[in-house]
């Protein structure tokens, strides 16, 4: 094991600590961009608290709201604008991975003269990567993404139909501040996509890892038995704040980097399926992943089983006969989807109104955004634009 882990994000975590809010944004700057999404934290009173708080300590609130689910350039470029105008030196993101990755951006590109697309890997030869950004406070109000604790973002622009990402150490939020009281709110279905999600996390860098990594592994299959028995907790019973607590953390914990360490991770193939069919279909992130993640390790499985029977030992307590057993692997995969199902999510494109039309233009793309210079898509094992349409065809 060889790496490096970097992680730079003070977190501050516990129910009501929303009011801390003023106080620990006051050391950063006297002028914060609160950006908000579609307005569920106005309706629930969130907003309302966050701005007490910020105005109590004396930090004054430039409002930027209607980040979109699967958040667009266009918005981006409007929070940079207005940051700009009023003379913001904080930005603080209140809502769910859209909001906090659009955050992320608008932070990075008030200090960028050029457009905040450059920084968007979308097959350019050189994006623009940015090293500082304006001081950014991260404040979750839905248990999925990580971004809170990451310096990943992901950006749509729907002229292009292209959605992609940004990645570098300037992204990193100064401090995440994380009350699962706020998630107290969320509706059961963007909850059950907010577990399926973190889990998605997880599985990609566990299976794709090309180190043997005991402790990684441990502590991956402790995240994804958390996130499903305190998931089927919070789906029972939504006003159970220690089982949401759990689930908050869990989904912090999914993609801050500490699993991952050292496990030799070559790819995210599922994540970057996915970002190109709701590039063209706009559909909840969470289900996209719900519907690839399961064909993909089906897939994945046949060319790499000992790591899937590892899976359904583990995390199924099925008995393999052993470390080659493709039919305990696939069988702990079928278990897998059966929890998809379970908790609500869509496990199929034709649920959410797919067809396979466009099949062939989604492996094109993707392979266009990231290849491995041989014309797979990086993962284990790559895939070439015929498996990509297999795996697609296996969820439809």
Known sequence: MKFDVLNPTRVVFGAGRLADLGALAKPYGSRALLVTGGGSVKRNGTFERAVASLNQAGVEVVECSGVEPNPKIGSVRKGIA???????????????????????????????????????????????????????????????TGSEMNCGAVISDPESQVKSFASTEALY????????????????????????????HVTEGYFNSSAETPLQDRLAEGVILTAMQEGRKVLADGSDLAARAQIQWAATLALNGWVSSGNGGVGFPVHMLEHTVSAYHDITHAAGLTII?????????????????????????????????????????QRFEAFLTEIGCPTRFSQLGIDDQLFETYARETLRIVNDGQGRLPGLPPMSAAQIVDVLRDAS
């Not at 008030?110 to 905040?116: A, I, K, M, Q, T």
């Not at 995390?315 to 057993?325: N, R």
Request: glycine share 8%; net charge negative.
């Open 82 to 144: 207005t940051a700009l105008d009023e003379g913001c030196d904080l930005v603080v993101a209140l809502g769910g991975g859209s909001v906090m990755d659009a955050a992320k951006v608008i932070a990075a590109g008030v200090l960028y003269e050029g457009d905040p697309w450059d920084m968007i890997f979308h097959g350019q030869p050189n994006p623009y990567i940015p090293f500082t950004a304006l001081p950014l406070i991260a404040v979750p109000t839905l248990a999925a």
């Open 173 to 200: 939020p100064k401090l995440a501040l994380l009350d699962p009281e706020l998630t107290l709110s969320v509706p059961r279905d963007q909850t059950a996509y907010g577990i399926a999600d973190l889990i998605t």
């Open 293 to 333: 993640n399961p064909a993909w390790m089906r897939f994945a499985a046949k060319a790499r089983p000992a790591k899937f029977v590892q899976f359904a030992e583990r995390i199924f307590a099925l008995q393999a006969k052993g470390s080659d057993d493709l039919d305990c692997a696939l069988e702990g995969i």
